[in-house]
Each structure stands twice: as structure tokens, then as C-alpha cells.
């Protein structure tokens, strides 16, 4: 018998915010690998910010979402048939595959996932590129060193918690925001961070961050941009790091509609301030080092991980939407099967 393989597709580029009508579901039939070709049973998929950028039709560091074909992420999946050197039936692989229950990959565009100890889909989160990012973002876009004052925007979140928890495992002084209360007391409960606010019900986002900062920022991690950056900004010490990872706050504002700013970028030239965008892609070199660091101090219990996991490949659509509005507390990710 024929199985199927449901998909989640692109159906229309939203302008703003997205809805569920940027969302469409098609089903085809499992397909058969070709020559050089794994077939791969997704087991789970991330979900990241970045993918609002992919549904817009720019240019980019990534090529845009194709309207009508499935969305793209990083997934997790079960080789159920190859006809590539170097995989085979029952491997466990990771790419940038389709949202859909079943992908056809170039087996160059796989690699291997060693199970190991911890679940399967920490590969999407802590140990892969969220991970990755906030250990490059801090240690070396932020050169971030012990006795630092750190501020992490989004820090409740798969790439802000780890931020905090580096730092704070550095020997750092960390302060981070959040969009709610339950986020901030975990922030400040659990993973021990010196100062956490909400910055939905502070009365000024930047007298909160001036108080946290008498002596002014060291690092500041921007996820968010918008308030939180100019607030850092104007808190930024003598010889301060500003690493740019992401502007969340902006990603549905249309080109014409994108506010003007940040204010406050003179106080950098006094202040010897560096500001530096990255792309974790761009620094793949670190992975090595941050796959061990990051399994020492788990293991150690020095690095709490959080996820929230939507159940099922038609909840993925629900799960991207709550993402930008901050429903997801931690790592998104999508369960597609077990
Ligand atoms: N440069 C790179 O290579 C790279 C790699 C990965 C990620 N990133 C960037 O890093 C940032 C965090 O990504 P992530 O994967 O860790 O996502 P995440 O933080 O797990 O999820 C996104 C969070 O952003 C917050 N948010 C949404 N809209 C906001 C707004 N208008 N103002 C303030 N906060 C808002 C929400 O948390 P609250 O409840 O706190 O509002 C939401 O939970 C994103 O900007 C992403 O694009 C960059």
C-alpha cells in the first residue's frame, strides 16, 4: 500500500503578522529515493524565528520559502531507506528538510546524529544551532570574559536561556527580560540569573535596565531590538559589546513601515562601543567546542534546557505564530512522530 505523506505548505506571503491563512495542508504519496538520495521519517522539527524572514519574497543569507511548496526547517528524522554512501535504514540524521512526515534528501546535505544520552531533539536546541549561536554570540561576537555585566533580551527563550546560563557559568553578572511573569521567575528562580524583568509591565524599559546596570553594560546579547536596544544603548559601559543575533520586535513590519532608529547610537562613539550582527552559520568552527562544553554542563547540571513541543505536524503552523507572539516558554519544536 501507498503511504502518504502530509505536508504543510507556503500559501500565500503575509504582509504583518502571520495568520493561519499564510498556512496550507496537502497530502502526496511517499516517494522512493533516488541514486545519492536518503528517505527520511521526520521524528521532529524546529521552529525559529528566522523562517518569518524566508516567508517574505528578499534576499537574504537564505533563499525565501517557495509559495505553494512545503516551509523548510532543521529536522530530526529516521532514515527508512537510502541510496547514499554512508547512511542507512534506521540511521539517525538532521538537515534542513520540508515540513512534511517524510523527506527525500541528498544524503551530502545530512549529517549523522549520535543519540547518545540525551533525547533526540535537543540536536534542534541546546546542542545544535540555538546553542551554537548563543555561545558564539556571547564568547566571541560579545568576547564576553568573567566579571562581565550581561544583558540577554528574549531570555527566556532556546537561544536566551542558553546566553544566561554561559554567563552566569562564567562568572558573569546577568540580567535578562522577558514577556512574562512566569518566564522572568524562572529566569530568576532556576537558572540564577541577578536580575530578570518583564518588559511588558515595567513602567520604563530603560530605568529598569539603568537600575540593573549601575556601571553600565559589558555585553549585550540583542535578540529583540526595538525599546530593549535603545535602552542598551544608552546603558552601554566604556569599551562595551553590542552582538546583534536577532530583532525579533521588527520581523512583521513591512520595509516602508520599519520604524527608525535605534536612537542613542552617539553615546557609542564616546562609550568606544563595538556593534556587531552575526550569523551562526558563518562560524561553524565553534560547534566542536561548544558540543563539549554544553554536554559537561548538562551533565554536570550546570546548563537547565526547557522546551515547549507542539504534537503533530498540523499543529506547526499554531506553534510558528505563538512563537512570535511568545507563547513558547524555551525551545519550540514540533513532534512529528515517535
Ligand atoms: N544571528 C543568528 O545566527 C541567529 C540564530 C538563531 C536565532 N537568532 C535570533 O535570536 C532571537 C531568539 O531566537 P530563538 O530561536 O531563541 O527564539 P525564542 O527566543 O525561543 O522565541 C522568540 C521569543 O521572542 C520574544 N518576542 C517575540 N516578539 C517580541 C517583541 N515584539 N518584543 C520582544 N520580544 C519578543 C518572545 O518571548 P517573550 O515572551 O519574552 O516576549 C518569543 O518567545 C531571534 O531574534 C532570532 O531571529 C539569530
New binding site residues.
Given amino acids: 500500500m501507498t503511504q502518504t505523506n502530509h505536508r504543510v505548505l507556503l500559501k500565500q506571503r503575509p504582509l504583518g503578522p502571520v495568520t493561519d491563512d499564510v498556512f496550507d495542508f496537502d497530502e502526496q504519496p511517499v516517494g522512493e529515493p533516488g541514486d545519492g538520495e536518503v528517505l527520511v521519517r521526520n521524528l521532529f522539527l524546529s521552529v525559529?524565528?528566522?523562517m518569518?524572514?524566508r516567508m517574505n519574497d528578499v534576499k537574504s543569507y537564505v533563499p525565501p520559502f517557495a509559495v505553494g511548496e512545503p516551509l523548510q526547517g532543521g529536522v530530526v528524522g529516521e532514515v527508512v531507506a537510502s541510496r547514499a554512501e554512508g547512511y542507512a535504514e534506521g540511521d539517525t540524521v538532521m538537515g534542513m528538510l520540508g515540513w512534511e512526515q517524510y523527506s527525500i534528501a541528498d544524503g551530502r546535505a545530512l549529517r549523522p546524529v549520535v543519540a547518545g544520552d540525551l533525547p533526540l531533539s535537543y540536536h534542534l536546541g541546546i546542542l545544535g544551532?540555538?546553542g551554537l549561536?548563543a555561545w558564539?554570540?556571547l564568547n566571541v561576537i560579545g568576547a564576553c570574559k568573567p566579571g562581565d555585566a550581561v544583558l540577554v533580551?528574549?531570555?527566556?527563550?532556546?537561544?536566551?536561556?542558553v546566553v544566561g546560563q554561559i554567563a552566569r557559568n562564567q562568572g558573569c553578572y546577568v540580567v535578562g527580560?522577558?514577556?512574562?511573569d512566569d518566564?522572568v521567575a524562572w529566569l530568576r528562580d532556576s537558572l540564577g540569573f541577578d536580575v530578570a524583568f518583564n518588559?511588558?509591565t515595567v513602567d520604563s524599559i530603560h530605568a529598569a535596565v539603568h537600575k540593573a546596570f549601575p556601571k553600565g553594560i559589558d555585553v549585550n546579547f540583542e535578540?529583540?531590538?526595538?525599546?530593549?536596544l535603545e535602552a542598551a544603548i544608552w546603558n552601554m559601559a566604556p569599551f562595551g559589546r553590542i552582538a546583534?543575533?536577532?530583532?525579533?520586535?521588527?520581523?512583521n513590519a513591512r520595509p516602508e513601515e520599519m520604524p527608525p532608529g535605534p536612537r542613542g547610537l552617539p553615546a557609542l562613539i564616546g562609550r568606544s562601543v563595538r556593534m556587531e550582527?552575526?550569523?551562526?552559520?558563518?562560524h561553524l568552527e565553534h560547534a566542536p567546542a561548544w558540543d563539549q562544553q554544553c554536554r559537561e554542563w548538562i551533565a554536570a547540571g550546570k546548563l537547565e534546557y526547557r522546551e515547549s513541543v507542539a504534537d503533530g505536524l498540523a499543529q506547526a503552523p499554531a506553534a510558528f505564530m505563538?512563537?512570535?507572539?511568545?507563547?513558547?516558554?524555551?525551545?519550540?519544536i514540533v513532534k512529528i512522530a515517535d
Fill in positions: 525559529d524565528p528566522y518569518r524572514g544551532m540555538p549561536t558564539v554570540g533580551s528574549a531570555a527566556s527563550g532556546a537561544v536566551g536561556s527580560s522577558a514577556g512574562s518566564k518588559y511588558k535578540n529583540v531590538g526595538g525599546d530593549m546583534l543575533c536577532g530583532m525579533i520586535a521588527n520581523y550582527g552575526f550569523i551562526v552559520s558563518n505563538g512563537l512570535m507572539t511568545g507563547q513558547n516558554f524555551g525551545k519550540q
